[in-house]
């Protein structure tokens, strides 16, 4: 390892602690992933559809419609070659007729990466015994609530969220935020809008940088990063979706999602400086409510490739799906966004109802 490789590492590292205090747009991105390979299958076209446990991530107000007492479901995907970790667990009660209470639990983390800020010690020496490891992890809690209003097909919901990110010792930041959205059914079709970070989301960032490390970043040209406060702007999700009965055994669902976003020019299919607008298509077919296939695209974006050629690009998803009695498995097949590399994610979930057992008389 030469001297001028331990010089460029220590920038890259410098200059990713530095990133977190960057303007607003994109923060909290962890939490435009997605969750559950049924959503995932379609694309994240879901808020309208969702009826489920995992309406706590897409839209509160569709946890009125699990159908037991409780359910719960838990997901895991690997992203960029298995470097990132996404967890997720979640859990929803029926606390009477009309109202439904949610958490939810999502951890995405990048571990075991090596520190090389102290490589080299205070005589110049390069001692390996120094490289530490260290984890970069977003943690976020959502706390849902869902109620039926007396208003016919009117479902409305919310969401507290509490956010964790961490990197190693060196940074960390809480953060808190709302969510609200509302599902309306209208004959045979569905209507849907989610106002994530309705009052803005704030992340509080902290950092604890040794003074070697500190000497680290002045030597290869790195600003020494601040303690600041990190805003999450609202974005607005409006949906449609309507379920077709081909046949007695044969269903097909079609939902058409717009995301709908305030702080900026963004590189999406509709874009202008005052709001940017991202669709996305999902469908699923269904046989006997038992055996599922799935897909989707969204995430139209356009580049110049080395020659000066626009190229347009976008996000296929395919999944399936299983139900054995009360209990749900799905898998999805997802790009992230990148289709040139391919790097293509595996994503299984599982999902169960639970029936409160009656006591006996």
């Known amino acids: 390892m030469n001297k001028n490789f331990i010089t460029a590492s220590l920038a890259v590292f410098g200059l990713g602690i530095s990133a977190f205090?960057?303007?607003?747009?994109?923060?909290?991105?962890?939490?435009?992933?997605?969750?559950?390979?049924?959503?995932?299958?379609?694309?994240?076209?879901?808020?309208?559809?969702v009826n489920d446990v995992t309406a706590g991530y897409w839209n509160p107000a569709g946890l009125?419609?699990?159908?037991?007492?409780?359910?719960v479901a838990?997901?895991?995907?690997?992203?960029?070659?298995?470097?990132?970790?996404?967890?997720?667990?979640?859990?929803?009660?029926?606390?009477?007729?009309?109202?439904?209470?949610?958490v939810s639990l999502i951890r995405f983390g990048v571990d075991d990466i090596p520190n090389t800020t102290e490589l080299?010690?205070?005589?110049?020496?390069?001692?390996?015994?120094?490289?530490?490891?260290?984890?970069?992890?977003d943690w976020g809690f959502l706390v849902s609530y869902a109620k039926d209003l007396k208003f016919p097909g009117l479902h409305v919901g919310g969401n507290v969220k509490v956010i964790r990110r961490k990197v190693g010792?060196?940074?960390?930041?809480?953060?808190?935020?709302?969510?609200?959205?509302?599902?309306?059914?209208?004959?045979?079709?569905k209507f849907a809008a989610m106002a994530r970070d309705v009052t803005s989301t704030f992340?509080?960032?902290?950092?604890?940088?040794?003074?070697?490390?500190?000497?680290?970043?002045?030597?290869?040209?790195?600003?020494?990063?601040?303690?600041?406060?990190e805003i999450t702007l609202p974005k607005l999700i409006l949906g449609a979706a309507r379920q077709f009965e081909i046949s007695k055994k044969i269903s097909l669902l079609a939902e058409f999602d717009l995301d709908n976003t305030f702080d900026g020019k963004r590189n999406v299919l509709i874009r202008s400086k005052a709001i940017s607008m991202d669709p996305h298509i999902g469908l699923e077919a269904g046989y006997m409510n038992m055996i599922f296939l799935r897909g989707g695209f969204g995430n139209v974006q356009s580049y110049t490739d080395a020659g000066g050629?626009?190229?347009?690009?976008?996000?296929p998803n395919i999944g399936v799906g299983i139900r054995i009695k009360s209990v749900y498995i799905d898998y999805a097949?997802?790009?992230?966004?990148?289709?040139?590399?391919?790097?293509?994610?595996n994503v299984f979930s599982l999902k169960i109802d639970i029936n409160r057992k009656k006591p006996k008389s």
Request: no cysteine; proline share 1%; glycine share 10%.
């Open 169 to 189: 010792d060196f940074a960390g930041a809480w953060g808190f935020g709302l969510d609200a959205g509302a599902q309306y059914d209208y004959k045979k079709w």
């Open 120 to 137: 080299i010690d205070a005589n110049g020496n390069v001692d390996y015994d120094r490289i530490t490891t260290f984890s970069a992890v």
């Open 309 to 315: 050629k626009k190229i347009r690009t976008f996000q």
């Open 333 to 345: 097949l997802t790009d992230i966004g990148d289709q040139s590399v391919a790097l293509y994610s």
């Open 21 to 49: 205090a960057q303007a607003p747009k994109y923060s909290n991105e962890f939490l435009n992933i997605g969750v559950g390979a049924r959503a995932l299958g379609m694309s994240n076209a879901y808020i309208t559809s």
């Open 64 to 71: 009125h419609g699990i159908g037991n007492q409780h359910q």
């Open 203 to 229: 992340n509080a960032w902290s950092y604890n940088l040794s003074d070697e490390t500190k000497a680290v970043f002045l030597q290869t040209g790195n600003e020494i990063p601040e303690n600041g406060v």
């Open 74 to 102: 838990l997901m895991h995907s690997e992203y960029f070659a298995g470097i990132a970790k996404y967890d997720y667990g979640a859990f929803a009660t029926r606390l009477d007729s009309s109202s439904v209470l949610g």
